[in-house]
Protein backbone atom coordinates (compact mmCIF):
# COMPACT_ATOMS: atom_id res chain seq x y z
CA UNK A 1 0.00 0.00 0.00
CA UNK A 2 1.28 3.35 -0.88
CA UNK A 3 2.56 5.47 2.44
CA UNK A 4 0.50 8.44 1.02
CA UNK A 5 -2.60 7.37 1.53
CA UNK A 6 -2.03 6.55 5.47
CA UNK A 7 -0.84 9.85 5.83
CA UNK A 8 -3.57 11.37 3.81
CA UNK A 9 -5.81 9.57 5.90
CA UNK A 10 -3.92 10.55 9.07
CA UNK A 11 -3.97 13.92 8.16
CA UNK A 12 -8.12 13.97 7.84
CA UNK A 13 -8.60 12.47 11.08
CA UNK A 14 -6.61 15.35 12.38
CA UNK A 15 -8.34 18.08 10.58
CA UNK A 16 -11.93 16.59 10.73
CA UNK A 17 -12.66 16.83 7.13
CA UNK A 18 -11.38 16.74 3.42
CA UNK A 19 -11.71 20.08 2.89
CA UNK A 20 -8.77 20.93 5.63
CA UNK A 21 -6.95 18.30 4.79
CA UNK A 22 -6.50 19.87 0.84
CA UNK A 23 -5.19 22.86 2.66
CA UNK A 24 -2.98 21.38 4.88
CA UNK A 25 -1.41 19.23 1.85
CA UNK A 26 -2.05 21.93 -0.73
CA UNK A 27 -4.23 19.46 -2.73
CA UNK A 28 -7.12 19.40 -4.30
CA UNK A 29 -10.46 17.58 -2.39
CA UNK A 30 -10.78 15.64 -6.05
CA UNK A 31 -7.21 14.43 -4.97
CA UNK A 32 -8.13 13.89 -1.53
CA UNK A 33 -11.22 12.03 -2.11
CA UNK A 34 -9.63 9.97 -4.94
CA UNK A 35 -6.83 8.60 -2.20
CA UNK A 36 -9.29 7.37 0.37
CA UNK A 37 -11.31 5.73 -2.13
CA UNK A 38 -8.27 3.85 -3.26
CA UNK A 39 -7.63 2.89 0.38
CA UNK A 40 -11.08 2.33 0.89
CA UNK A 41 -11.19 -0.35 -1.81
CA UNK A 42 -7.93 -1.72 -0.98
CA UNK A 43 -8.73 -2.71 2.44
CA UNK A 44 -12.79 -3.57 1.79
CA UNK A 45 -14.07 -1.22 3.88
CA UNK A 46 -15.54 2.62 4.39
CA UNK A 47 -12.75 4.97 6.78
CA UNK A 48 -15.14 7.83 7.02
CA UNK A 49 -18.91 9.05 7.53
CA UNK A 50 -19.22 12.08 5.25
CA UNK A 51 -21.21 14.85 7.26
CA UNK A 52 -22.37 18.01 6.07
CA UNK A 53 -19.22 20.31 8.72
CA UNK A 54 -16.51 17.08 8.20
CA UNK A 55 -16.06 13.78 8.76
CA UNK A 56 -15.99 10.93 11.54
CA UNK A 57 -14.54 7.65 11.51
CA UNK A 58 -16.77 4.87 10.58
CA UNK A 59 -15.74 1.43 13.36
CA UNK A 60 -13.30 0.18 10.66
CA UNK A 61 -12.09 3.50 10.45
CA UNK A 62 -10.87 3.97 13.58
CA UNK A 63 -9.53 0.58 13.64
CA UNK A 64 -7.25 1.42 11.01
CA UNK A 65 -6.30 4.61 12.44
CA UNK A 66 -3.42 2.70 14.71
CA UNK A 67 -2.01 0.66 11.56
CA UNK A 68 -1.64 4.00 9.97
CA UNK A 69 0.04 5.64 12.50
CA UNK A 70 2.65 2.42 12.61
CA UNK A 71 2.88 2.71 8.74
CA UNK A 72 3.67 6.51 8.53
CA UNK A 73 6.47 5.84 11.45
CA UNK A 74 7.75 2.62 9.59
CA UNK A 75 8.26 4.88 6.39
CA UNK A 76 9.91 7.79 8.39
CA UNK A 77 12.04 5.67 9.79
CA UNK A 78 13.22 4.22 6.87
CA UNK A 79 13.49 7.48 5.29
CA UNK A 80 15.62 8.80 8.18
CA UNK A 81 17.84 5.75 7.87
CA UNK A 82 18.40 5.82 4.45
CA UNK A 83 19.32 9.53 4.47
CA UNK A 84 21.75 9.14 7.39
CA UNK A 85 23.65 5.89 5.33
CA UNK A 86 24.33 8.44 2.61
CA UNK A 87 25.70 11.42 4.71
CA UNK A 88 27.23 9.33 7.60
CA UNK A 89 29.98 7.01 7.73
CA UNK A 90 27.99 4.81 10.11
CA UNK A 91 24.59 5.07 12.60
CA UNK A 92 24.37 3.59 15.90
CA UNK A 93 21.38 3.14 18.38
CA UNK A 94 22.03 3.04 21.76
CA UNK A 95 19.36 2.13 23.78
CA UNK A 96 18.87 2.97 28.02
CA UNK A 97 16.23 3.01 31.07
CA UNK A 98 15.45 6.44 31.84
CA UNK A 99 16.87 6.46 34.78
CA UNK A 100 20.39 5.81 32.56
CA UNK A 101 20.05 8.81 30.81
CA UNK A 102 19.91 11.09 33.68
CA UNK A 103 23.51 12.26 34.41
CA UNK A 104 24.76 9.28 32.76
CA UNK A 105 24.70 8.45 28.48
CA UNK A 106 23.03 12.01 27.94
CA UNK A 107 26.53 13.22 29.33
CA UNK A 108 28.02 10.05 27.06
CA UNK A 109 26.38 11.41 24.01
CA UNK A 110 27.60 14.97 24.28
CA UNK A 111 31.03 14.14 24.76
CA UNK A 112 30.91 11.39 21.68
CA UNK A 113 28.71 12.82 19.26
CA UNK A 114 30.94 15.66 18.51
CA UNK A 115 34.22 13.83 18.57
CA UNK A 116 32.71 11.35 15.79
CA UNK A 117 30.97 13.37 13.06
CA UNK A 118 31.64 10.44 11.04
CA UNK A 119 28.96 8.84 12.98
CA UNK A 120 24.97 9.54 13.62
CA UNK A 121 24.05 8.43 16.94
CA UNK A 122 20.00 7.45 17.44
CA UNK A 123 19.62 7.62 21.04
CA UNK A 124 16.85 5.50 22.58
CA UNK A 125 14.74 5.62 25.96
CA UNK A 126 13.00 2.43 26.88
CA UNK A 127 12.53 0.26 29.69
CA UNK A 128 14.40 -3.42 29.63
CA UNK A 129 11.81 -5.56 27.60
CA UNK A 130 11.86 -2.46 25.22
CA UNK A 131 15.26 -2.27 24.83
CA UNK A 132 16.21 -5.79 24.70
CA UNK A 133 13.07 -6.28 22.23
CA UNK A 134 14.83 -3.75 19.72
CA UNK A 135 18.47 -5.50 20.27
CA UNK A 136 16.83 -9.15 19.00
CA UNK A 137 14.99 -7.05 15.83
CA UNK A 138 18.24 -5.27 14.95
CA UNK A 139 17.05 -2.15 15.60
CA UNK A 140 19.57 -1.06 18.72
CA UNK A 141 23.19 -1.98 18.70
CA UNK A 142 23.81 -1.58 22.50
CA UNK A 143 21.62 -0.91 25.60
CA UNK A 144 22.43 -0.12 29.19
CA UNK A 145 20.26 -1.93 31.38
CA UNK A 146 19.85 -3.12 34.71
CA UNK A 147 18.07 -6.06 34.29
CA UNK A 148 19.40 -7.69 30.91
CA UNK A 149 17.76 -11.05 29.83
CA UNK A 150 20.55 -13.10 28.44
CA UNK A 151 20.65 -13.96 24.96
CA UNK A 152 22.69 -16.19 22.37
CA UNK A 153 25.12 -13.77 20.47
CA UNK A 154 24.74 -11.20 23.13
CA UNK A 155 27.61 -9.54 25.41
CA UNK A 156 26.72 -8.60 28.73
CA UNK A 157 29.19 -6.96 31.16
CA UNK A 158 28.95 -5.02 34.38
CA UNK A 159 29.14 -1.29 33.47
CA UNK A 160 28.93 0.57 36.95
CA UNK A 161 27.17 0.19 39.84
CA UNK A 162 24.38 2.68 41.13
CA UNK A 163 24.32 3.31 44.63
CA UNK A 164 20.57 4.26 45.52
CA UNK A 165 20.10 6.44 48.79
CA UNK A 166 17.15 7.37 50.79
CA UNK A 167 16.87 10.89 50.87
CA UNK A 168 13.90 13.45 52.16
CA UNK A 169 13.63 17.09 52.71
CA UNK A 170 12.60 16.34 56.53
CA UNK A 171 15.01 13.57 57.49
CA UNK A 172 13.71 13.88 60.96
CA UNK A 173 10.04 13.08 60.28
CA UNK A 174 9.82 9.41 59.87
CA UNK A 175 9.70 7.67 56.34
CA UNK A 176 6.13 7.39 56.19
CA UNK A 177 5.01 10.80 56.96
CA UNK A 178 6.85 12.69 54.67
CA UNK A 179 4.96 11.94 51.40
CA UNK A 180 7.10 9.22 50.08
CA UNK A 181 7.55 8.36 46.37
CA UNK A 182 8.12 5.00 45.35
CA UNK A 183 10.54 4.66 42.43
CA UNK A 184 10.30 1.38 40.35
CA UNK A 185 13.97 0.06 40.23
CA UNK A 186 12.87 -3.46 39.11
CA UNK A 187 11.64 -6.91 40.61
CA UNK A 188 15.05 -6.65 42.86
CA UNK A 189 14.41 -3.59 43.94
CA UNK A 190 10.67 -4.09 45.07
CA UNK A 191 11.90 -7.24 47.01
CA UNK A 192 14.07 -5.84 49.00
CA UNK A 193 12.22 -2.63 50.14
CA UNK A 194 9.37 -5.02 51.17
CA UNK A 195 11.42 -6.99 53.55
CA UNK A 196 13.66 -3.59 54.35
CA UNK A 197 10.18 -1.58 54.85
CA UNK A 198 7.78 -4.31 56.03
CA UNK A 199 5.82 -1.09 57.73
CA UNK A 200 6.22 1.74 55.55
CA UNK A 201 2.79 0.44 53.25
CA UNK A 202 1.74 1.57 49.90
CA UNK A 203 3.12 4.70 48.72
CA UNK A 204 1.23 7.40 47.88
CA UNK A 205 2.82 8.14 44.54
CA UNK A 206 4.42 5.65 42.69
CA UNK A 207 6.60 6.36 39.40
CA UNK A 208 8.86 4.55 36.93
CA UNK A 209 11.53 7.00 36.28
CA UNK A 210 14.09 8.24 38.74
CA UNK A 211 14.09 12.47 37.13
CA UNK A 212 9.88 12.31 37.61
CA UNK A 213 10.37 11.23 41.27
CA UNK A 214 13.29 13.28 42.31
CA UNK A 215 10.92 16.36 40.93
CA UNK A 216 8.30 15.59 42.26
CA UNK A 217 9.89 15.38 46.15
CA UNK A 218 11.91 18.58 45.36
CA UNK A 219 8.95 20.53 44.01
CA UNK A 220 6.30 19.17 46.93
CA UNK A 221 8.73 17.94 49.51
CA UNK A 222 8.94 13.96 50.46
CA UNK A 223 11.40 11.41 50.75
CA UNK A 224 12.77 8.57 48.21
CA UNK A 225 15.38 6.28 47.19
CA UNK A 226 17.48 8.00 44.11
CA UNK A 227 20.63 7.03 42.51
CA UNK A 228 24.04 9.02 44.16
CA UNK A 229 24.74 10.54 40.71
CA UNK A 230 21.71 12.48 40.98
CA UNK A 231 21.84 13.71 43.90
CA UNK A 232 24.83 15.47 43.77
CA UNK A 233 23.27 19.02 43.80
CA UNK A 234 20.62 18.38 45.50
CA UNK A 235 22.81 17.29 48.47
CA UNK A 236 25.65 20.17 48.32
CA UNK A 237 22.71 22.58 47.80
CA UNK A 238 20.90 21.40 51.18
CA UNK A 239 17.63 20.73 49.23
CA UNK A 240 17.74 17.23 50.38
CA UNK A 241 19.81 15.53 52.94
CA UNK A 242 20.14 11.44 53.37
CA UNK A 243 18.11 10.07 56.11
CA UNK A 244 20.17 9.30 59.19
CA UNK A 245 20.66 5.04 59.22
CA UNK A 246 18.60 4.09 56.03
CA UNK A 247 20.47 0.96 54.20
CA UNK A 248 21.78 1.77 50.80
CA UNK A 249 20.56 -0.67 47.41
CA UNK A 250 23.10 -1.05 45.23
CA UNK A 251 21.82 -1.84 41.83
CA UNK A 252 24.33 -2.76 39.03
CA UNK A 253 23.98 -1.21 35.35
CA UNK A 254 25.30 -3.71 32.18
CA UNK A 255 26.58 -3.26 28.95
CA UNK A 256 24.47 -5.03 26.33
CA UNK A 257 25.90 -5.08 22.76
CA UNK A 258 26.50 -8.16 20.40
CA UNK A 259 29.26 -10.56 20.44
CA UNK A 260 31.40 -10.37 19.44
CA UNK A 261 31.82 -6.92 17.97
CA UNK A 262 32.58 -6.68 14.24
CA UNK A 263 32.05 -2.77 13.60
CA UNK A 264 34.58 -0.48 14.61
CA UNK A 265 32.50 2.44 14.82
CA UNK A 266 30.21 0.38 17.83
CA UNK A 267 33.40 -0.96 18.86
CA UNK A 268 34.57 2.63 19.29
CA UNK A 269 31.12 3.72 20.92
CA UNK A 270 31.05 0.98 23.83
CA UNK A 271 34.65 2.06 24.64
CA UNK A 272 33.86 5.62 24.77
CA UNK A 273 30.50 4.39 27.45
CA UNK A 274 33.15 2.06 29.00
CA UNK A 275 35.54 5.14 29.76
CA UNK A 276 32.27 7.09 30.59
CA UNK A 277 30.98 4.73 33.49
CA UNK A 278 34.55 5.10 34.84
CA UNK A 279 33.80 8.85 35.01
CA UNK A 280 31.01 9.06 36.99
CA UNK A 281 30.45 11.53 39.73
CA UNK A 282 30.42 9.82 42.75
CA UNK A 283 30.58 6.06 42.35
CA UNK A 284 33.30 3.28 42.40
CA UNK A 285 33.09 2.24 39.07
Known amino acids: MDTELARTFLAIVDTGSFVATSERLHLTQSTISARVRRLEQWLGAELFVRERNGCSLTPAGRRFQRHALLLARLAEQARREVQASITARATLTVGGRPGLWEAFLCRWLGDFAPRT ?162 RIDGIDA
Open 117 to 278: PGISVRALMGHEDEIMQAMIDGEADAGILYVPEPRAGLGIEVLFEDVLLLVSTDPETPVRDTGYVYVDWGAQFLAWHARTFPDLGEAAIAVNTAWLGLQQVLTHGGSGYFPQRLLREPLQTGALRRVPGAPEFRLPAYLCHPAPVDSAPLSDALESIRDAAR
